[in-house]
């Protein structure tokens, strides 16, 4: 008896599970993402993926806002850390200006976390001798 009420539970939480599948799926058909299924479908496209459902597409496209607000909120988070940090250095200074300015630095790191390694140029402003010509390097 016991190994059929738990045959029973079994297929009881997958009819559940199938019909949540199937309502979050028709409600798909309802939403308009941010990503404009277009471009979601040009990358899946690129990518070697082609499927006629819309839903899936927009199941890509709800997935892939996710991530980028994911990765958002933790740049964000690097953000305040890291300037956090400078205040304390310069208070006096600091407590006029709060607005946040989020580098690239930031969004590397919070990138890391999720596997993405972003290698970005060099640009003058971070390398003082990025600007100058090899013979004034050697000086």
Known sequence: MNGQTSHQ???DGR???DAA???FLAS???YTPTIPDELVEHYLAKSGFQCP???LTRLVA??????IADVATDALQQCKARQSAVVKDKRDKQQKDKRLILTMDDLSKALREYGVNVKHQEYFADCPSA???SASREE
């Open 9 to 11: 539970q079994s297929k």
């Open 15 to 17: 009819h559940d599970d």
């Open 21 to 23: 599948l199937t309502e």
């Open 28 to 30: 798909l058909m309802d």
């Open 53 to 55: 459902d819309i839903r």
């Open 62 to 67: 709800v997935a892939t806002q996710k991530f």
């Open 131 to 133: 600007g100058l010509d």
